[in-house]
């Protein structure tokens, strides 16, 4: 990173030297290849695993404005041989290809879980348990830095959605955690309406052990066990219609169904943590399942088999359930443990599900990454698939004695991100592992069918060009009177770049290669060279003179012709 320094201001500036496509198969991969489908995240600066550590209970965002950009927190344990975790983060600006460690959200400390989430804008939201109360960061670029930590609610096992439904609570985030482990008593629920800064009065929803949703209609769900008293058998859904109304105290109805078993925990492969927590999700598509509300959860089913993944469905909002649908499909009497499942829904309607899986092991200590997937609104379900290598799921517990108490999945109408912990490297480590083809310019194909048809690949490298102009993100924390960073990615490694400022908007096309620059009035700033990932970041202080001055940037790169948007922000 370059030394941070004054940008003063000059004349007015500053200066530094449709419709949702039908759900289809997702065509996996022939095997998950190490470094290229399968990628390890908690590694150090040259690419190689951290001896000692471990990782475990990873969130997953993807920025909404481009598919290229992913950003993952878990909770990371610097020595595996204590029960201590901090909340870690890393990001990938290639799709999950490579992945850039960063550290440890501050100030350290023994930290609870950690959660991340996306706003319209590509803004991330992590929430990190901290010794005292949880704590919000926020990031405008793509997870590479983090403002500094506001108070926020919450608590253990949270979870959050972002309402994207296009309606009166569009942007609104809605928060849940589990009872008397945080801020509130027994009350687990808030709304935020300006991006996480502030809540609303936190509800109390006696559920636990659950997530939450938003409907394509802006209706919020809610899905847990009870805990008064407690009931690990009965799965209670609440159902808000109200919360998307800016300033409503949002108001609940209740309805109750079974998943046919009982969530567990403390047994089998994860003695200090839950087999399984309970995932909902709806399907937000045009589609002939639009509409539909999902529950997912691996439970202890009557009979001999310890645990199995269970899947039930609604067509009429939550108001009634069909009966538990077994996913995995080995058979019956196998004594295995289906574990830790999560669910995810594609915007075409496409249901896919992840889990870990002990049928292939005699002794019951090795475990696999499973995968099935739903086209039909979960009526049926794919064959199982094992996406993983089998992997000891005992090997590197960290002091609490688990491998946590989730893992986490994204999944788009082409593919799904999947990110999990694993031993393959005989302790505890995190794994990042795409399925299906990748899209990054949205536009609905397979990256490889785009090239030479649609689009062009000058380096040869499988992604169409369009994806890989240089990006420009900033600022952050947007404010002035402080200092804040702009952040270069997918330059050309070890490269010199110029930064461009301007006031008027237009088109002009400058010499040599023929750049199109997105101003009319470009000043050159400061060369910048990137480092060997193709990264370069800025940072300067502020002045208050510029708030409410509306200022154009845009990053060149003469070596390869090639620039980044225009990026256009306003301080307040």
């Known amino acids: 990173m370059f030394p941070a320094r004054r940008w003063p201001a000059i004349a007015g500036i500053f200066l530094f030297c449709g419709e949702s496509l039908p759900a289809r198969p997702l065509v996996l991969p022939p095997a998950p290849q190490e470094g290229v489908d399968r990628v390890q995240i908690n590694v150090n600066d040259l690419g190689q695993n951290v001896i000692g550590d471990a990782a475990q209970e990873p969130s997953l965002a993807v920025d909404p404005t481009d598919p290229t950009r992913l950003v993952v927190g878990w909770s990371y344990f610097p020595d595996a041989s204590n029960a201590d975790s901090e909340s870690a983060w890393a990001y990938s600006h290639d799709g999950g290809r490579?992945?850039?460690?960063?550290?440890?959200?501050?100030?350290?400390?023994?930290?609870?879980?950690?959660?991340?989430?996306?706003?319209?804008?590509?803004?991330?939201?992590?929430?990190?348990?901290?010794?005292?109360?949880?704590?919000?960061?926020i990031s405008r670029v793509s997870g590479v830095s983090w403002s500094s930590p506001i108070g926020s609610a919450g608590g253990d096992d949270p979870f959050a959605w972002v309402d994207r439904s296009g309606g009166p609570g569009?942007?609104?985030?809605?928060?849940?955690?589990?009872?008397?482990?945080?801020?509130?008593?027994?009350?687990?629920?808030?709304?935020?309406?300006?991006?996480?800064?502030?809540?609303?009065?936190?509800?109390?929803?006696?559920?636990?052990?659950g997530g939450?949703?938003?409907?394509?209609?802006?209706?919020?769900?809610?899905?847990?066990?009870?805990?008064?008293?407690?009931?690990?058998?009965?799965?209670?859904?609440?159902?808000?219609?109200?919360?998307?109304?800016?300033?409503?105290?949002?108001?609940?109805?209740?309805?109750?169904?079974?998943?046919?078993?009982?969530?567990t925990a403390a047994m089998g492969p994860n003695p200090g943590g839950v087999l399984g927590k309970i995932t909902i999700d709806t399907d937000t598509s045009n589609g002939p399942h639009g509409g539909n509300v999902y529950l997912l959860a691996c439970v202890d089913p009557d009979g001999p088999d310890p645990g199995?993944?269970?899947?039930?469905?609604?067509?009429?909002?939550?108001?009634?359930?069909?009966?538990?649908?077994?996913?995995?499909?080995?058979?019956?009497?196998?004594?295995?443990?289906?574990?830790?499942?999560?669910?995810?829904?594609?915007?075409?309607?496409?249901?896919?599900?992840?889990?870990?899986?002990?049928?292939?092991?005699?002794?019951?200590?090795?475990?696999?990454?499973?995968?099935?997937?739903?086209?039909?609104?979960?009526?049926?379900?794919a064959v199982n698939e094992a996406i993983s290598p089998p992997f000891n799921h005992f090997l590197g517990q960290p002091g609490n004695q688990s491998v946590g108490d989730h893992i986490d999945i994204e999944s788009d109408n082409l593919g799904v991100h999947v990110i999990?912990?694993?031993?393959?490297?005989?302790?505890?480590?995190?794994?990042?592992?795409?399925?299906?083809?990748?899209?990054?310019?949205?536009?609905?194909?397979?990256?490889?069918?785009?090239?030479?048809?649609?689009?062009?690949?000058?380096?040869?490298?499988?992604?169409?060009?369009?994806?890989?102009?240089?990006?420009?993100?900033?600022?952050?924390?947007?404010?002035?009177?402080?200092?804040?960073?702009?952040?270069?990615?997918?330059?050309?490694?070890?490269?010199?770049?110029?930064?461009?400022?301007?006031?008027?908007?237009?088109?002009?096309?400058?010499?040599?290669?023929?750049?199109e620059l997105g101003f009319l009035d470009p000043v050159v700033l400061s060369p910048l060279v990137s480092n060997g990932r193709g990264e370069i970041t800025f940072g300067g202080s502020i002045d208050s003179s510029l708030s409410g001055t509306r200022i154009l940037f845009q990053v060149i790169e003469p070596v390869s012709c090639r620039s980044s948007e225009v990026l256009d922000f306003t301080f307040p």
């Not at 100030?107 to 590509?122: N, S």
């Not at 804040?484 to 330059?491: E, G, I, Q, S």
């Open 308 to 381: 199995e993944l269970h899947f039930s469905r609604s067509t009429d909002g939550g108001l009634t359930w069909s009966a538990p649908r077994r996913i995995n499909d080995e058979p019956f009497g196998r004594n295995a443990f289906q574990w830790l499942g999560t669910m995810s829904v594609a915007p075409n309607g496409r249901i896919d599900a992840v889990w870990y899986d002990t049928r292939n092991s005699v002794s019951g200590i090795i475990s696999e990454l499973f995968y099935s997937f739903s086209i039909d609104g979960g009526q049926t379900w």
């Open 98 to 137: 490579t992945w850039d460690f960063q550290g440890l959200q501050q100030p350290a400390g023994d930290r609870g879980e950690a959660l991340v989430r996306t706003l319209a804008d590509g803004t991330v939201l992590y929430w990190s348990q901290g010794p005292s109360e949880t704590e919000l960061y």
């Open 170 to 209: 569009d942007g609104n985030i809605y928060l849940t955690w589990t009872p008397d482990t945080g801020c509130c008593g027994n009350a687990n629920f808030v709304r935020s309406e300006d991006g996480g800064f502030t809540t609303s009065t936190p509800l109390e929803l006696d559920l636990a052990v």
């Open 420 to 515: 999990y912990t694993a031993s393959f490297n005989s302790e505890q480590d995190l794994y990042y592992l795409r399925l299906g083809a990748r899209d990054c310019n949205g536009n609905g194909n397979d990256d490889l069918l785009d090239v030479g048809v649609v689009s062009v690949d000058n380096n040869n490298n499988g992604v169409p060009d369009e994806c890989e102009t240089l990006l420009l993100q900033g600022f952050s924390p947007g404010i002035v009177d402080t200092v804040n960073f702009v952040h270069v990615t997918r330059a050309t490694p070890t490269s010199l770049s110029f930064l461009l400022t301007g006031t008027t908007l237009g088109t002009l096309v400058t010499g040599g290669c023929g750049i």
């Open 212 to 263: 939450i949703t938003v409907g394509r209609n802006g209706e919020v769900y809610v899905a847990g066990v009870p805990t008064s008293p407690l009931d690990f058998e009965t799965i209670r859904i609440a159902k808000s219609i109200n919360a998307q109304l800016p300033g409503s105290t949002p108001t609940f109805g209740v309805n109750s169904t079974t998943l046919g078993g009982s969530l």
